[in-house]
Nanobody, 127 residues
Framework: QVQLVESGGGLVQAGASLRLSCAAS????????MGWFRQVPGKEREFVAA????????YYADSVKGRFTTSRDNAKNTVYLQMNSLKPEDTAVYYC????????????????????WGQGTQVTVSS
């Protein structure tokens, strides 16, 4: 078992930056590939970014590539999502998720790969 708690969301204007954090507890954090997803009410949850167990590999959705960066500090059991040049369409609840079972490159954008999820943090970007 691992518990995930996101923080850092808020209300910002377009063009601003936010950094989300996801703190993990319960099991060895470095065992987990980590993912970030987001969801808008009435829509399916969508993939945002993923980072490998050691933090050496990352993937991003096309919609955030060049603006968002994910990183991790295994000593602090925390994964981050740095979000720059925010747009109103980035408004969503952001979730972090952990995968302990699969290779990093396999299905990293699929919700079904991840077996643990945080409660989410709201990000609202005004125009």
């Amino acid at each position: 078992q691992v518990q995930l708690v996101e923080s850092g969301g808020g209300l910002v204007q377009a063009g601003a930056s936010l950094r989300l954090s996801c703190a993990a507890s319960g099991r060895t954090f470095s065992m987990f590939n980590m993912g970030w997803f987001r969801q808008v009410p009435g829509k399916e949850r969508e993939f945002v970014a993923a980072i490998s167990r050691r933090g050496t590999e990352t993937y991003y959705a096309d919609s955030v590539k060049g603006r968002f960066t994910t990183s991790r500090d295994n000593a602090k059991n925390t994964v981050y999502l740095q979000m720059n040049s925010l747009k109103p369409e980035d408004t969503a609840v952001y979730y972090c998720a952990a995968d302990s079972r699969f290779a990093f490159n396999w299905n990293y954008a699929s919700e079904g790969k991840y077996d643990y999820w945080g409660q989410g943090t709201q990000v609202t970007v005004s125009s």
